[in-house]
């Protein structure tokens, strides 16, 4: 319910985003097909979106430039609606802002729920965006969950498309088991293992991969006996599995049961095959005489604000480039 098609509802009482999506067609109002308002649209009225920096694919003959009118007529109504039911009259870029900040705090819940609740300290990682949307929204999600840094790819937005070119090919084979884990269980365990192996290995084979390429993993489900949570970890030994057990359950729950009997909720076997070959070369480029300069300076309002921001272009800056904010940086695909 955050992404740039996730719609943007008041209730009589409250702001909502999503989780119905208007998708690319219709898509967000200012994409000239009559779409609704979006998440999209939220950042094109305060100027965090520049419909000149915005690649020109709309429209009936898909060569115009976004319609950022289109998108201030609707937040034009939307106001009036907000007016009418609560008597409060608020600039429609600090409508929109708040708009944006409840998509942020559905996609920082999100990475809570994966970092966070698993016992992960996220101030110690990067932000990685992907997705053509997530450069406007990458500074808000990391200060909301305190993230020093933030990564931008080159091929941020097209990263996910680009990714499933190169990704390997798996299949994965999961068996239940319900045993405990003991010397008597192991033969059991390894026949089990063996046909899910053969499985997954036989479904990677048959999309193309040679048997020679494919690797095979294979991983116990164990959980405290009494418990309903499992910890994944790499079949082994009896001592290997016990330890890796305990360091994922100590990371997740910070404490540990001793003398309390493991079980094997279930067995599970990963094929994987090698993806397409990655050939890739780092950017070298040119020096640059002087410091970045802006293509031009914009009205933005931000954080409550109203600024007079200069726009960059990604590809004129240079690797060291320091730029002071509140600014724009535009690149072709994100």
């Known amino acids: 319910a955050a992404g740039g098609g996730s719609i943007l509802h008041f209730d009589g009482a409250r702001y909502r985003v999503g989780p119905d999506s208007a998708g690319a067609i219709p898509g967000p109002a200012c994409y000239r097909q009559g779409g609704p308002l979006t998440v999209t649209d939220a950042n094109v009225l305060p100027g965090k979106i520049q419909p000149e920096f915005f690649p020109r694919v709309f429209g009936s003959t898909g060569d115009a430039p976004l319609d950022a009118e289109a998108a201030r007529e609707k937040f034009n109504l939307l106001a009036s609606d907000i007016r009418a039911a609560t008597g409060e009259s608020r600039p429609h870029e600090e409508i929109a802002e708040g708009f944006v900040r409840i998509a942020v705090d559905n996609m920082a819940n999100a990475i809570k729920k994966i970092s966070i609740e698993r016992g992960h300290d996220v101030t110690a990682y990067t ?33 996910s498309a680009y990714g499933m070119g190169l990704a390997d090919i798996s299949a994965i084979r ?68 016990l330890g890796e057990f305990e360091v994922g359950y100590r990371s997740r729950f910070s404490f540990l049961m001793p003398g309390r009997t493991l079980v094997v909720e279930a067995v599970s076997a990963e094929a994987t095959g090698s993806g397409a070959p990655v050939r890739e070369s780092f950017a070298d480029p040119p020096p640059r005489a002087g410091p970045a300069l802006p293509e031009r300076k914009v009205p933005l309002f931000s954080g409550s604000k109203s600024h007079e921001a200069p726009v960059y272009r990604r590809d004129t800056l240079r690797p060291g480039d320091g730029i002071k904010g509140p600014s724009i940086i535009a690149e072709a695909n994100a």
């Open 127 to 159: 932000l990685c965006c992907f997705g053509g949307a997530a450069g406007q929204h990458a500074c808000l999600v990391a200060d909301a969950l305190a993230i020093p840094r933030v990564f931008i790819h080159p091929y941020a937005g097209v990263l």
């Open 174 to 241: 999961e068996q239940a088991v319900e045993a405990r884990l003991e010397a008597g269980a192991m033969p059991q365990l390894q026949t089990v293992l063996a046909k899910l192996a053969d499985d997954a290995r036989n479904e990677v084979a048959g999309q193309g991969v040679p048997q020679e390429s494919i690797a095979v993993k294979c991983h116990a489900h164990l959980r405290y006996e009494g418990t309903d949570t499992a910890i994944v970890v790499s079949f082994g030994s009896l001592k290997e599995m």
